[in-house]
């Protein structure tokens, strides 16, 4: 069993949708979550980061991450045809080395 | 501009050659990474280094070698041992604990 699993997709929504990704995981010790945003043949950027459980919220995008049933979720409001990407959930104990999801691939058609 | 640069955007290579990929970032990070990412795997770890002179295997290093001479250059060579290198590399940094990897543009291998 992967450490991280991520929805596999791919997603496909109408413009000003909202889409839905979510990870599960099961090392208890991650502390720091993040979603990474990838366009094709481009390298990762970070999109969101969370400590510990809670939401965030920045714009469009809100991150949850639920401690309790191990589970993080990254929702994006109004989604636009520039959200078209694959979405990398990432995890980590507190030190150095992540754990990543699988990755999903979401299409936002116009 | 700060950033994490690599070279080349894409590399070919016959089957029993070496090849190394560059990472440079001049964001005066402590700690580098490289990733290998295939399709439906996620990023997997070959190599991190969280010091100069100093670094540590990650989940795939066979068939890899890395060295950190200098604090802001990490080059990852893939050997004739990597029995399937065809993949998208990704090298990242990290200003230190706590903080978040960043990463550079990636470069495309292809084994011919």
């Known amino acids: 069993q992967k450490e991280v699993e991520q929805d596999p997709g791919p997603l496909s929504v109408p413009e000003g949708a909202i889409v839905s990704l979510n990870c599960t995981y099961s090392n208890s010790a991650f502390q720091y979550f993040m979603w990474y945003r990838q366009y094709s043949r481009k390298g990762p950027e970070l999109l969101m980061y969370?400590?510990?459980?809670g939401n965030k919220e920045d714009g469009r995008f809100t991150a949850q991450v639920d401690k309790s049933s191990k589970y993080i979720s990254l929702f994006i409001r109004d989604s636009q045809p520039s959200d078209s990407a694959t979405y990398l959930c990432?995890?980590?104990?507190?030190?150095?080395?992540?754990?990543f999801g699988a990755g999903t691939t979401v299409t936002v058609r116009a | 501009d700060g950033g994490i640069t690599q070279s080349p955007k894409y590399l070919f290579r016959k089957e029993g050659q070496n090849v190394t990929l560059s990472c440079e970032q001049n964001l005066n990070h402590d700690a580098m990474y490289w990733y290998r990412q295939d399709p439906g795997q996620g990023l997997r770890l070959i190599y991190y280094?969280?010091?100069?002179?100093?670094?540590q295997k990650g989940d795939i290093a066979e068939g890899y070698s890395v060295s950190r001479e200098k604090k802001e250059s990490f080059p990852l060579t893939v050997t004739s041992a990597q029995k399937n290198p065809t993949a998208f590399y990704l090298c990242a940094s990290n200003p230190g604990q706590g903080g978040f990897q960043f990463f550079g543009p990636g470069t495309r291998l292809t084994v011919l």
């Open positions: 280094s969280q010091i100069v002179n100093d670094f």
């Open positions: 990432a995890m980590r104990p507190n030190d150095y080395k992540l754990s």
């Open positions: 969370t400590y510990s459980s």
